[in-house]
């Protein structure tokens, strides 16, 4: 059996913008990327919402993955796969960073991931994702972004693809995919889950099977 550890924010999580709540496992890309692969792959939802590369915001530690990095990796190996996908909330003001200090923080995030694999020993496939860039719909949806979140959101798909290239793992812009998010212009709507799952699972088996 294929195991792809999927490790994200609320995309991953399944955060659904009109609602406020989750969709269910049925609707999310997760479920409908299991759906999709078949019995032969098991699909590890790791996501959270609020989740960064590495920032820390203050009454809200359990957000930053590096201390949560490890053991989840290692719960779950032997990993055939492991898709990262983060840096939409790192855009927030809070943090006042920017697009290449995102990207320095996921390249130690990465290298980790990295490291993990190889201290066990795993000849497997790591897949960088950039996340689909928000829109200023964001702006009205009371969550907390700005302009320059959406801004910076648009710059990350390009320094993530050189970091993949120095790092010798896979590339995805999900933000070239035409994801449809819903109204608050960050999350993906019930039909941008389905979407995502169809590009999903073509790069999943492009990267196993190549």
């Known amino acids: 059996m294929y195991q792809i550890l999927c490790f994200g924010d609320s995309n991953t999580h399944g955060y659904n913008g009109e609602t406020q709540g989750r969709f269910s496992w049925e609707q999310r890309w997760t479920g409908i990327l299991a759906r999709r692969l078949g019995?032969?792959?098991?699909?590890?939802?790791?996501?959270?919402?609020?989740?960064?590369?590495?920032?820390?915001?203050?009454?809200?530690?359990?957000?930053?993955?590096?201390?949560?990095?490890?053991?989840?990796?290692?719960?779950h190996m032997p990993?055939?796969?492991?898709?990262?996908?983060?840096?939409?909330?790192?855009?927030?003001?809070?943090?006042?960073?920017?697009p290449e200090e995102i990207a320095r923080s996921m390249r130690r995030l990465m290298l980790r991931v990295r490291n993990y694999l190889q201290v066990k020993e795993q000849k497997r496939r790591v897949l960088l994702i950039s996340p689909v860039p928000m829109t200023t719909s964001v702006l009205c949806s009371g969550i907390e972004f700005d302009l320059s979140s959406v801004e910076k959101s648009r710059r990350l798909a390009p320094l993530y693809q050189t970091l993949a290239k120095e790092l010798e793992v896979d590339f995805w812009d999900a933000g070239s995919a035409g994801i449809q998010l819903c109204g608050d212009g960050c999350h993906f709507s019930e039909q941008g889950h389905r979407q995502f799952a169809e590009r999903m699972e073509e790069k999943v088996r492009e990267i196993l099977f190549s």
């Open 39 to 75: 019995p032969e792959y098991r699909v590890i939802e790791e996501g959270l919402n609020g989740r960064t590369t590495g920032f820390t915001e203050h009454g809200k530690k359990y957000r930053d993955p590096v201390p949560y990095l490890a053991p989840c990796m290692l719960s």
């Open 79 to 98: 990993l055939d796969l492991v898709a990262v996908m983060l840096g939409t909330n790192d855009t927030k003001p809070v943090f006042n960073a920017s």
